[in-house]
């Protein structure tokens, strides 16, 4: 499993349920890297979504504790057990974790690579974030674009390796 975020200097990525930013060349790169792909969501994620509707042309997983929660085109699961076992359906490389804020922080240990666009701006009053993947154990910068002016936002592409992800269950 990999996952995908944009996130602010202080690694902040949310406030009151929805993104803080919208930037047209991180939803480009979302939709390139995430098509296709399995993409694994949280309930208030995917409720935060045009309609709530879940994406196009993916699987998309959503996990939720409601065990009546079951929306439409989506497979439904409602622990990490569930989740665990259906994302072991498919090819490592095409999970995607998409968010939000609690998942982020509970399954980063178990994913390869965090594609994370960095956006070079700070918003007041946020509350939700990610772990700070420059000082997080067994994370490393792999790669990182030249910055990019878009939206009114200077951005980067950072690609982070966890050398050893942790295996569920063990």
């Known amino acids: 499993m990999n996952l995908i975020v944009a996130a602010d200097r202080n690694w902040a ?3 009151g349920g929805d993104l803080i930013y919208s930037i047209p ?13 399995t ?3 949280g309930r208030k994620t995917l409720e935060s979504f045009p309609g709530g509707k879940p994406l196009p042309k993916r699987v998309n997983v959503v996990l939720s ?9 989506t497979v439904s699961v409602h622990n990490y057990d569930e989740l665990f076992a259906e994302i072991a ?8 974790l998409i968010g939000g804020g609690r998942l982020y922080t509970d399954l980063a240990k178990y994913c390869r690579r965090a594609y994370i666009t960095l956006i070079d701006a700070e918003t007041e009053g946020v509350d939700t974030f990610i772990p700070n993947f420059d000082n997080l154990d067994g ?4 790669s990182v674009s030249e910055p990019l ?14 050398e ?3 295996v569920y269950g063990k």
């Open 13 to 15: 990525i949310g406030k």
């Open 25 to 37: 060349e991180d939803m480009k790169y979302f939709r390139r890297m995430t098509q296709g792909k």
């Open 39 to 41: 993409v694994v969501m």
């Open 65 to 73: 504790s409601n065990p009546d929660y079951a929306p439409e085109g």
């Open 89 to 96: 359906k498919y090819p490592e490389d095409d999970v995607m």
């Open 139 to 142: 994370w490393s910068l792999e």
């Open 149 to 162: 002016e878009t939206g009114g936002y200077t951005i980067r592409f950072a690609t982070y390796l966890n």
């Open 164 to 166: 050893s992800p942790e």
